[in-house]
């Protein structure tokens, strides 16, 4: 085959490969795709992302959202059952971009580890925060890192893991535009009791 054939030929392969890569599946009856689980719903589509049960003109979002009360799993004082005592014992902060506890911190980790020995009908709460630099991911990731990192160290102590619960915050609750240095408050793992 000569070579403008043959060039010919591959370019003509490729746009017919590529071509069967951009087709999108029809969304299906309840607004996701077949298998992937994306909802293909736009903002516009009934407020709120929730589908209508079918053959109800008169339906409306309030016939099946109910408001959130005091017996959810996780609220701002309550998580997976258990009543959050906050203030207790101190957070612990960290490097930028890091997850390892510095010499400086262990004593406070110390401190938590002798107040859980002392009172078995605790649990402990760890979430991982951290500033605004980096993607949500990142942050996420690196929030989780650190309530791990603090978790394994208060193993080293003597808690056991099953009394240990991480929850990675991330970003969430970083304040944004702060230099790396007055964002230092949200590079910590707040420890937080747990009671039942």
């Given at each position: 085959?000569?070579?403008?054939?043959?060039?010919f030929?591959?370019?003509?392969?490729?746009?017919?490969?590529?071509?069967?890569?951009?087709?999108?599946?029809?969304?299906?009856?309840?607004?996701?795709?077949?298998?992937?689980?994306?909802s293909?719903?736009?903002?516009?589509?009934?407020?709120?992302?929730?589908?209508?049960?079918?053959?109800?003109?008169?339906w409306?979002?309030?016939?099946?959202?109910?408001?959130?009360?005091?017996?959810?799993?996780?609220?701002?004082?309550?998580?997976?059952?258990?009543?959050?005592?906050?203030?207790?014992?101190?957070?612990i902060?960290?490097?930028f971009?890091?997850?390892?506890?510095?010499?400086?911190?262990?004593?406070?980790l110390q401190?938590?580890?002798?107040?859980?020995?002392?009172?078995?009908?605790?649990?402990?709460?760890?979430?991982?925060?951290?500033?605004?630099?980096?993607?949500?991911?990142?942050?996420?990731a690196?929030?989780?890192?650190?309530?791990?990192?603090?978790?394994?160290?208060?193993?080293?102590?003597?808690?056991?893991?099953?009394?240990?619960?991480?929850?990675?915050?991330?970003?969430?609750?970083?304040?944004?535009?702060?230099?790396k240095?007055?964002?230092?408050?949200?590079?910590?793992?707040?420890l937080?009791?747990?009671?039942?």
């Amino acid at each position: 085959m000569n070579k403008p054939a043959h060039i010919f030929f591959t370019l003509l392969l490729a746009v017919f490969l590529l071509s069967g890569c951009t087709r999108k599946q029809a969304p299906s009856q309840y607004g996701t795709e077949t298998g992937g689980g994306n909802s293909s719903l736009s903002d516009t589509d009934f407020g709120s992302g929730i589908i209508p049960p079918s053959g109800s003109d008169d339906w409306s979002p309030d016939d099946v959202l109910t408001a959130r009360g005091a017996g959810d799993i996780n609220s701002d004082d309550m998580y997976n059952g258990f009543t959050k005592v906050k203030g207790v014992l101190p957070s612990i902060y960290f490097d930028f971009d890091s997850s390892s506890v510095a010499a400086s911190e262990r004593a406070k980790l110390q401190q938590a580890a002798n107040y859980l020995e002392q009172n078995p009908g605790y649990h402990l709460l760890v979430e991982g925060h951290c500033d605004w630099y980096g993607t949500s991911e990142y942050n996420l990731a690196l929030g989780d890192r650190r309530a791990n990192s603090i978790s394994n160290y208060l193993g080293t102590l003597g808690i056991t893991p099953l009394r240990i619960e991480k929850l990675s915050k991330g970003s969430l609750e970083a304040t944004s535009g702060l230099s790396k240095s007055q964002s230092s408050q949200d590079r910590r793992a707040d420890l937080i009791l747990l009671k039942k």
